[in-house]
């Protein structure tokens, strides 16, 4: 009966040299997974993308000066808020109560419903209440050509974006702080986070369009702070709602995305 020789492992049949350049192998692929892992949720979460739908005002996702840290390369919301002439402390008790939760808590339902997964969002409507969604930081002609095409004027832009039924209700001009002729026949509907850089950029294009079509639009602000992107932008559209309270909204969210830095970069110390 002949004798069999055990056999060798893989790891004794290598050079040490080998051995080596295995576990190296090994150790950066071990590590590549572990950062796959950890960026995933990050990336699933906090893209340009909300996917905290349907949570109650109680549970609302407002960050508080414990959470993050309140100061920032901007300026102050303080300074804006005492810079526009509000009653201050009328407006720093409304925005630590959260007075305006459930308000900005159904605009982020609202738009999400719609289809919105980042910001900014726009809703143009029409006069029979046709609507064409534009997702993302889009040109001041594309708008403009969207809005010749529903007025049934000559359009020289080309691939514009295209009619789709979507769900949002329409301006009430005595509920909501309106830019434009609260009669217009074009309703433009802005869904948005004081936080995004891409949505500071939109803030001007939006005023280029205004301009640019006079009495036959509107425009109206609406909420969508990304939370997992902007963690103070909840907080910021809180008090904008504040500044509304004392019929300065649109001053206070025209010096915020005049000044802010975009991604946390403005101070909410109160």
Same mark, same amino acid.
């Given at each position: ?13 290598? /050079? *040490? ?9 090994? @150790? %950066? ?15 699933? @979460? ?36 005492? $810079?526009? $002439?509000? &009653?201050? &402390? ?28 980042? /910001? !900014?969002?726009?809703?143009?409507? @029409?006069?029979? @209440? ?7 930081? #889009? *040109? ?17 832009? +080309?691939?514009? !974006? %295209? =009619? ?12 909501? !702080? ?12 802005? #869904? ?11 803030? +001007? /294009? ?14 109206? #602000? ?22 509304? =309270? ?14 802010? !830095? ?6 909410? /110390?109160?």
């Amino acid at each position: 009966m002949e004798e069999m020789e055990p056999k060798k492992g893989l790891l004794s049949s290598m /050079t *040490p040299g080998q051995v080596f350049a295995l576990g190296l192998g090994g @150790g %950066v692929m071990v590590l590549c997974t572990i950062g796959f892992l950890i960026l995933l949720p990050m990336v699933l @979460g906090g893209s340009g993308f909300n996917f905290g739908k349907g949570q109650s005002a109680d549970s609302v996702k407002t960050v508080d000066a414990a959470q993050v840290s309140n100061t920032g390369s901007g300026p102050k919301i303080s300074d804006i808020a005492k $810079g526009i $002439g509000l &009653d201050y &402390d009328k407006f720093k008790s409304c925005v630590e109560s959260k007075k305006y939760a459930d308000k900005v808590q159904a605009d982020e339902d609202e738009v999400q419903a719609a289809g919105g997964q980042g /910001t !900014p969002f726009l809703v143009v409507m @029409g006069p029979k @209440g046709q609507t064409v969604p534009i997702k993302g930081a #889009y *040109p001041a002609e594309i708008i403009n050509g969207v809005i010749q095409k529903m007025l049934g004027q000559k359009v020289t832009v +080309a691939n514009l !974006p %295209v =009619e789709e039924k979507v769900s949002v209700r329409s301006i009430d001009p005595k509920k909501e !702080p309106i830019v434009g002729n609260a009669n217009a026949k074009i309703s433009l509907i802005e #869904y948005s986070d004081f936080e995004c850089p891409f949505c500071k950029r939109f803030h +001007a /294009t939006m005023q280029q369009v205004m301009a640019a079509n006079g009495d036959n639009v509107r425009w109206v #602000y609406r909420h969508f702070p990304l939370d997992s992107l902007h963690q103070k932008a909840r907080t910021e559209a809180l008090a904008s709602e504040c500044a509304g =309270e004392q019929g300065k909204f649109w001053e206070f969210t025209n010096s915020v995305f005049e000044v802010t !830095p975009s991604n946390d970069g403005m101070d909410i /110390t109160l």
